[in-house]
């Protein structure tokens, strides 16, 4: 299967942006997603890309794609002690098989 | 709207017994759900695709006679673990194909005693 990887562990305090970068090996990517997991929960969609696209802004989440470098980032402005989770992204390719990164903790501290 | 319900959210049972974690996406059809298994602190591990009408296909390492999979509906998909035992606890997340996405039900905390 294809490779998803994101760091483990992220702090930032509470106010600060926060930047969550995920890195894929599939070349025909359509859509890319990132995901938030709180404690004892599913996964929650939060926004996702077309893989024609180089950015998407959604209130206080922009997403950057790098389709040449496969680098895909999520930036949370105005970081809050409750955007503290785990969060996914995952990449669907040609075939419609989503692959899933190993999740980035995100610690805000207050 | 795209939501995904599970239930139970969490089961205690005994070695041996067999347990049923009911999928339904309650404002839209899917075709494909998705199972999942997650340990803790890890990612997801797909376990298997479900459609609608046809058998499930299993991924690698995954017993299909120990977890049977039912997709009997456009809005309802079925996880049975078999003679469960204490190994097989774990966090089983479903998810829904559409529109382009999976959405993803709460999750259903299985431990077996």
């Known amino acids: 299967g294809e490779d998803v990887e994101q760091s483990l562990f992220l702090s930032v305090r509470e106010g600060d942006s926060s930047v969550i970068n995920c890195t894929y090996t599939?070349?025909?990517?359509?859509?890319l997603y990132w995901y938030k997991q709180e404690p004892g929960a599913g996964l929650q969609l939060l926004t996702y890309?077309?893989?024609?696209?180089d950015m998407k802004q959604d209130q206080r989440l922009t997403v950057l794609l790098n389709k040449k470098d496969k680098h895909l980032s999520l930036r949370i402005a105005d970081t809050q002690t409750g955007d503290s989770a785990i969060y996914f992204c995952a990449e669907k390719d040609a075939g419609n098989q989503f692959y899933f990164g190993t999740g980035t903790s995100l610690t805000v501290i207050p | 709207g795209a939501v995904v319900s599970q239930h139970p959210s969490w089961v205690i049972c005994k070695s041996g017994t067999s347990v049923k974690i009911e999928c339904r996406s309650l404002?839209?059809?899917?075709?494909?759900m998705f199972w999942y298994r997650q340990f803790p602190k890890q990612s997801l591990m797909l376990m298997a695709t479900s459609n609608e009408g046809s058998k499930a296909t299993y991924e690698q390492g995954v017993e299909k006679d120990k977890f049977l999979i039912n997709h009997a509906s456009l809005t309802l998909s079925t996880l049975t673990v078999t003679s469960a035992h204490p190994e097989d606890s774990s966090f089983y997340i479903c998810s829904a194909g559409w529109a382009d996405t999976q959405y993803f039900g709460p999750g259903t905390r299985l431990t077996v005693l």
């Open positions: 404002d839209f059809q899917a075709t494909t």
């Open positions: 890309i077309f893989s024609n696209m």
């Open positions: 599939d070349s025909s990517s359509t859509y």
